[in-house]
């Protein structure tokens, strides 16, 4: 095979392209042929030219595999096919061998130097090049005075070493790349309910019995004939599936060094803004696999380089299978510090959902959105809901020894993970619900679980600082049924919530509000389910609450507020739906909901954007846009931003269609007058004259009306254009954003 690629020489040192036989690497600007004369083992011959032009700098390489595993490790027999595989192994060897399997090696560190990029490019340098080149100039000695030209060069980059942030991230890689067919057997072998057979070429069955006879069946004895080839045909097809995985994590070129950065940033930029894992105290050695891969494959959305998404969905599928296949054991997996089994099986479901649901991939999307009920499944058959709460009693005195508090910060840690997994799962049903248009999976009312901890306990660096944090918060026995119970009761009012929210807990009630849109109507609760009206209130008192609740970061802040107006909008029209009509209407090309989605009766928008509701959606969905626009860059990519901006840009569309798309709206909107009316706020008749009767009430009962001072103008289409640029920013981040953009790019041609 030959290939010819073309090498920077602006990088001096940085080898690009290995020889597939030796894997010799080259780098230097200069051409070099490579002519394959003999092959022995993995030595291969070099004959070499000089070509002294610096514009084109080609170089080809024959090669040819011969699939040898020449190099074997001499502490435990592994064979490897190269030498710096092999060198990466040794190291592996040595660690272990001066560090004992304690947590602390292995949570997140706090590194005295960056991330050196550099240095990365060397990581797979191969040692065996010296080796190479003697053999080449003993046989061929034209070729002695290049190799010595070249020899500093090659010392020079053995000398560099790249430490990974997470270390045992070169372990992941290597159990990944090292999975061959044997392995598949083996884990399919466990999860299926007849034993497997893996035939070669002459018939022979390596590590498995000849005959389904030879072995004892837990489901009898498996008949000769048709069945026994369709059994043998199923399993090959199972096989040859995870063999395909496997080989393509291999053919994009995934690296140790890949997955110790997606690592990283999963927990810089992601864990932020969606905390269910605790980055203090994550022990990477106590992880599953699927767990692992998935965290991985979020984190490969936020790096800059092409190919990193394809690398994370090939990571993404690997973790599937793994899933799908061994759930099984995972669901009997337990930490050292959990409260029950199965709770990295939920986490490792969490995040492959999240991943999937917000995918470019429509296939891995419909695939996330298809598995959502799961979780909720393993959490309930593990015993999630039933789980101790760590007591306060078990908190440490500040005068105690570190082990003592080690040990209990892990403890609480754990407890909190496992908390936090199924509340995620609550936020992540809510907003599939809303995107899609279908009813969640889980009563969100009836969530029976404990509000969860203060942000900055949870952010705690030290067992130290979480001991004083959570001596400050005290114990909270509250549960969100008591939360929904309160915002529903008889006679409730405006006045803030009286609990110790955190920012996650007030985005898991606003997913149980949301979850109520569908279901409630303005004819009276049915089977005691809420009307509109009152899931409004409620958002009256979410709203006062979050205003209230000073230990938000303005980030976070902006992020819950973000989701309020969505919920707010959804409760004025069905977003939703209202898309897809419009869609359906003017034939616009969609893939956001899948094709199978579609309307039965067509929605007349000049009526309703004369509606009181309609100027009420206006209000939340220009809200939405400003809030998007000044979220600062790190916090820029929230799983609902997508859908709450999409959301917007139908109303706006909604608007532009009606022949409305210059408003003139409140420049300051009192959120209260914007969502209920006055009917709905149950005052007495006595406080009724002292309704607020702001700019805000007089837009939404009235209209635009006449320019004022208090007004600002608004042309909804030229906004449209902007928010198009939005999307394709955020589309580098989620890929549901690709498609949400080509929707409004329909949209806009409509309106020209």
């Given at each position: 095979?030959?290939?010819?690629?073309?090498?920077?020489?602006?990088?001096?040192?940085?080898?690009?392209?290995?020889?597939?036989?030796?894997?010799?690497?080259?780098?230097?600007?200069?051409?070099?042929?490579?002519?394959?004369?003999?092959?022995?083992?993995?030595?291969?011959?070099?004959?070499?030219?000089?070509?002294?032009?610096?514009?084109?700098?080609?170089?080809?390489?024959?090669?040819i595999d011969t699939g040898s595993k020449p190099f074997a490790c001499g502490d435990c027999g592994r064979a490897f096919a190269r030498q710096d595989a092999l060198t990466r192994h040794e190291k592996l060897h040595r660690r272990n061998g001066h560090a004992n399997h304690d947590p602390s090696t292995s949570s997140l560190p706090t590194p005295s130097a960056s991330l050196d990029l550099k240095s990365s490019c060397y990581a797979n340098a191969s040692t065996s090049s010296d080796r190479i080149a003697a053999t080449s100039r003993s046989r061929d000695p034209g070729v002695e005075s290049?190799?010595?030209?070249?020899?500093?060069?090659?010392?020079?980059?053995?000398?560099?070493?790249?430490?990974?942030?997470?270390?045992?991230?070169?372990?992941?890689?290597?159990?990944?790349?090292?999975?061959?067919?044997?392995?598949?057997?083996?884990?399919?072998?466990?999860?299926?309910?007849?034993?497997?057979?893996?035939?070669?070429?002459?018939?022979?069955?390596?590590?498995?019995?000849?005959?389904?006879?030879?072995?004892?069946?837990?489901?009898?004895?498996?008949?000769?004939?048709?069945?026994?080839?369709?059994?043998?045909?199923?399993?090959?097809?199972?096989?040859?599936s995870s063999s395909c995985i496997t080989a393509a994590v291999k053919a994009t070129s995934i690296t140790s060094v890949f997955l110790d950065e997606c690592l990283h940033m999963f927990f810089v930029r992601f864990v932020p803004t969606f905390p269910v894992l605790h980055k203090s105290t994550f022990v990477f050695r106590d992880c599953t696999h699927p767990l692992l891969l998935n965290a991985i494959a979020i984190g490969s959305l936020y790096l800059g380089p092409s190919d990193s998404i394809a690398k994370g969905e090939t990571l993404w599928r690997l973790a599937h299978t793994a899933v799908a296949t061994s759930w099984q054991s995972l669901i009997t997996h337990i930490g050292?510090?959990?409260?029950?089994?199965?709770?990295?099986?939920?986490?490792?479901?969490?995040?492959?959902?999240?991943?999937?649901?917000?995918?470019?991939?429509?296939?891995?999307?419909?695939?996330?959105?298809?598995?959502?009920?799961?979780?909720?499944?393993?959490?309930?058959?593990?015993?999630?809901?039933?789980?101790?709460?760590?007591?306060?009693?078990?908190?440490?005195?500040?005068?105690a020894s570190?082990?003592?508090?080690?040990?209990?910060?892990?403890?609480?840690?754990?407890?909190?993970?496992?908390?936090?997994?199924?509340?995620?799962?609550?936020?992540?049903?809510?907003?599939?619900?809303?995107?899609?248009?279908?009813?969640?999976?889980?009563?969100?009312?009836?969530?029976?679980?404990?509000?969860?901890?203060?942000?900055?306990?949870?952010?705690?660096?030290?067992?130290?600082?979480?001991?004083?944090?959570?001596?400050?918060?005290?114990?909270?026995?509250?549960?969100?049924?008591?939360?929904?119970?309160?915002?529903?009761?008889?006679?409730?009012?405006?006045?803030?919530?009286?609990?110790?929210?955190?920012s996650f807990a007030l985005r898991v009630i606003l997913?149980?509000?949301?979850?109520?849109v569908p279901e409630g109507n303005e004819h009276g609760g049915v089977f005691g389910i809420p009307t509109r009206s009152d899931v409004r209130r409620a958002l009256v008192r979410v709203h006062e609450t979050i205003s209230m609740c000073i230990q938000f970061s303005a980030a976070e802040r902006l992020e819950i507020l973000l989701r309020w107006h969505t919920v707010c909008l959804d409760t004025m029209i069905n977003s939703t739906t209202l898309s897809r009509n419009i869609c359906d209407q003017w034939k616009v090309p969609q893939h956001v909901w899948g094709s199978c989605l579609s309307v039965d009766f067509p929605f007349d928008l000049s009526s309703w954007a004369r509606t009181?509701?309609?100027?009420?959606?206006?209000?939340?969905?220009?809200?939405?846009?400003?809030?998007?626009?000044?979220?600062?860059?790190?916090?820029?990519?929230?799983?609902?931003?997508?859908?709450?901006?999409?959301?917007?840009?139908?109303?706006?569309?909604?608007f532009s269609l009606a022949g409305m798309a210059t408003l003139n709206l409140p420049r300051t909107v009192v959120w209260q007058d914007s969502l209920v009316t006055r009917a709905e706020l149950n005052l007495d008749r006595d406080d009724i004259p002292r309704v607020s009767g702001s700019e805000t009430r007089r837009f939404v009962e009235h209209g635009p009306g006449i320019p004022s001072l208090g007004c600002s103008r608004r042309n909804l289409l030229y906004e449209l254009n902007s928010m198009q640029k939005l999307f394709r920013c955020l589309s580098s981040q989620w890929g549901i954003a690709h498609d949400m953009e080509s929707v409004v790019a329909h949209w806009i041609q409509l309106c020209h």
């Open positions: 095979m030959i290939e010819s690629v073309s090498s920077p020489d602006s990088v001096i040192g940085v080898r690009k392209k290995a020889c597939r036989v030796c894997h010799k690497r080259f780098s230097k600007a200069e051409h070099l042929r490579v002519s394959l004369t003999s092959v022995e083992g993995p030595i291969c011959r070099f004959q070499s030219w000089h070509t002294n032009s610096e514009a084109n700098n080609v170089y080809s390489i024959y090669s290049e190799a010595e030209t070249h020899q500093d060069v090659r010392n020079d980059i053995s000398d560099f070493d790249f430490d990974l942030i997470w270390p045992d991230t070169e372990n992941l890689f290597q159990s990944i790349v090292a999975a061959d067919e044997l392995d598949h057997w083996k884990m399919l072998s466990g999860t299926l309910p007849f034993p497997l057979i893996a035939q070669d070429i002459n018939g022979a069955s390596p590590g498995f019995p000849v005959s389904f006879h030879e072995r004892d069946s837990p489901v009898g004895a498996i008949p000769h004939g048709g069945g026994h080839r369709a059994v043998q045909d199923v399993t090959e097809l199972v096989a040859n050292p510090y959990d409260p029950c089994q199965g709770v990295q099986l939920v986490l490792a479901a969490l995040l492959g959902q999240v991943y999937g649901a917000l995918s470019k991939n429509r296939a891995i999307r419909t695939t996330s959105q298809i598995l959502r009920p799961l979780g909720f499944f393993w959490a309930r058959h593990c015993g999630m809901y039933d789980c101790k709460r760590y007591s306060s009693i078990d908190l440490p005195q500040p005068e570190p082990e003592e508090k080690e040990v209990q910060w892990r403890t609480w840690a754990a407890c909190e993970i496992q908390q936090r997994a199924l509340l995620a799962h609550y936020v992540l049903d809510g907003l599939l619900a809303q995107m899609t248009g279908n009813e969640s999976s889980a009563r969100h009312v009836f969530n029976p679980l404990r509000l969860p901890s203060s942000e900055a306990a949870f952010d705690a660096n030290t067992a130290d600082e979480w001991v004083a944090h959570m001596r400050l918060q005290g114990q909270e026995h509250s549960s969100f049924q008591d939360v929904f119970r309160l915002l529903f009761s008889q006679g409730g009012n405006s006045r803030p919530l009286d609990f110790p929210f955190s997913e149980g509000l949301q979850s109520l009181e509701d309609a100027r009420r959606a206006v209000l939340h969905a220009v809200a939405i846009q400003d809030i998007v626009e000044q979220l600062p860059r790190g916090r820029a990519h929230v799983i609902h931003m997508p859908s709450s901006l999409f959301a917007a840009a139908t109303i706006y569309m909604a």
